[in-house]
């Protein structure tokens, strides 16, 4: 045949190994349309197995492992040569089966404790399936992604590490403004996980999460910032502004259908930008200050109020019980002066000699007594002083026992 490669490679044919325009010469040693690739790092075609030789091995083995009947010949007639018509029809059946409930087979999956099978056929989501063994239709028509829903998963913002245990502040990540036109250093950490209950939001409606959860913590950050005062963040609100920024994160979140379930934000660390914290500082010490002399007044009027309401109200009830007790006394002398009235009126001339006896008596009873008789010859009468006599044994009594001591 004359396009047939001849032993001296010169002769050949269009595909041929000739010089030829499909030919593989040494003149056209790089032609796309030569020999073409060989295996083992380049054979010899002169040694390169048959085609045909090949097709009866195939057949051979074949016929080995699904023995049939055997055809009626090869090309040319007879009925000794080997043929793929030999294999029945019941082998090419059975072997159909088992390649059938092998490829069956590969639909069998196993999902992991803490992870979630998301099921997909022909591109559509089909269900979702626990951890343990599950299947699904084989690939290419079936594909399963199982992702770990219980790993809580990190985002620092407003810093970068190095990698050798240092980190990097990046500025246009943690300063923020306030709604007091002041600009604070805020550094903050989210931590996120995976919606078990939606996971397939998360592998198909998010392109990067930990880009979009992110950018999300930024804008939610930078908007709780921006209603409140720098004072109080950086004082005694950092608690409020971490729910706060939680909820509207996990808000967002649920519009964008994301699939990820934010689990916490901690602020770190929460200054003045660098250049004014030392002004800040002072302003805090200063304020500081101001809340203990606050503290120690109120102290101290706590302290006073109270004993001067004491105080007041002891002086309201002494003369309370004085008005009473005047009261009581005018009350009880104009008693008893209608009660000698009453007398007096019955007998006016005994209750006037009783009065003026009375009179005496009271009067008399206080003043030393002298009595003197006109009638005597000197004028003088001796007397007794028993009131002096009286007192005399108390005084002896006083002197004796000093003079004893």
């Known amino acids: 045949m004359p396009w047939n490669n001849q032993s001296g490679g010169k002769g050949g044919g269009p595909w041929g190994g000739g010089d030829g325009p499909w030919g593989n010469g040494p003149n056209r040693p790089n032609n796309p349309w030569g020999n073409g690739p060989q295996r083992g790092g380049g054979q010899d075609p002169q040694n390169s197995p048959d085609l045909e030789e090949l097709l009866r091995r195939s057949q051979d083995r074949l016929k080995r492992v699904f023995p049939g009947r055997r055809g009626g010949g090869g090309p040319g007639g007879g009925g000794g040569g080997p043929s793929l018509g030999g294999i029945g029809a019941r082998g090419i059946a059975l072997a159909a089966i088992v390649v059938a409930v ?7 999956y196993t999902v992991r404790p803490g992870e979630v099978g998301v099921e997909l056929v022909l591109g559509r989501h089909v269900g979702n399936t626990m951890p343990g063994l599950n299947y699904n239709v084989p690939y290419p028509f079936g594909e399963v992604f199982t992702p770990d829903v219980l790993r809580i998963r990190e985002l620092v913002i407003g810093t970068r590490g190095n990698g050798r245990g240092a980190t990097t502040d990046v500025p246009a990540e943690s300063l923020m403004l306030t709604g007091d036109e002041n600009i604070v250093d805020i550094d903050f950490k989210v931590q996120w996980q995976i919606n078990r209950d939606h996971p397939a939001n998360f592998l198909f409606n998010i392109e990067d999460p930990e880009g979009t959860v992110k950018q999300v913590a930024e804008s939610a950050m930078r908007e709780v910032v921006g209603r409140r005062n ?8 950092r ?28 602020m770190q660390k929460v200054d003045p930008p660098e250049q004014v914290i030392d002004a800040f500082r002072d302003v805090q010490a200063a304020r500081a200050d101001q809340e203990t002399a606050q503290n120690r007044a109120d102290a101290y009027a706590n302290e006073v109020v109270p004993e001067a309401r004491g105080e007041a ?16 006394e005018a009350t009880g002398q104009a008693d008893r002066f209608l009660s000698v009235y009453e007398e007096y009126a019955k007998a006016p001339e005994v ?8 009179t005496l008596e009271r009067v008399f009873s206080k003043t030393d007594k002298i009595i ?3 009638g005597a010859g000197s004028g003088v009468v001796p007397y ?6 009286n007192r005399a044994p108390s005084t002896t009594t006083n002197s004796n026992a000093q003079g004893n001591r």
């Open 102 to 108: 092998i490829y069956g087979l590969t639909g069998i």
């Open 351 to 358: 209750t006037r000699q009783r009065i003026y006896l009375e």
């Open 313 to 328: 109200a002891q002086i309201v009830e002494q003369s309370q019980a004085y008005r009473d007790q005047v009261v009581a």
């Open 372 to 374: 003197i008789d006109q």
């Open 239 to 266: 608690q409020q502004i971490q729910l706060a920024v939680q909820q509207l994160m996990q808000q967002t979140l649920d519009e964008y259908q994301a699939g990820i379930t934010i689990t916490q934000v901690q």
């Open 384 to 389: 007794l002083p028993l009131d002096r006599m």
């Open 230 to 237: 720098i004072q109080p963040i950086l004082t005694q609100e």
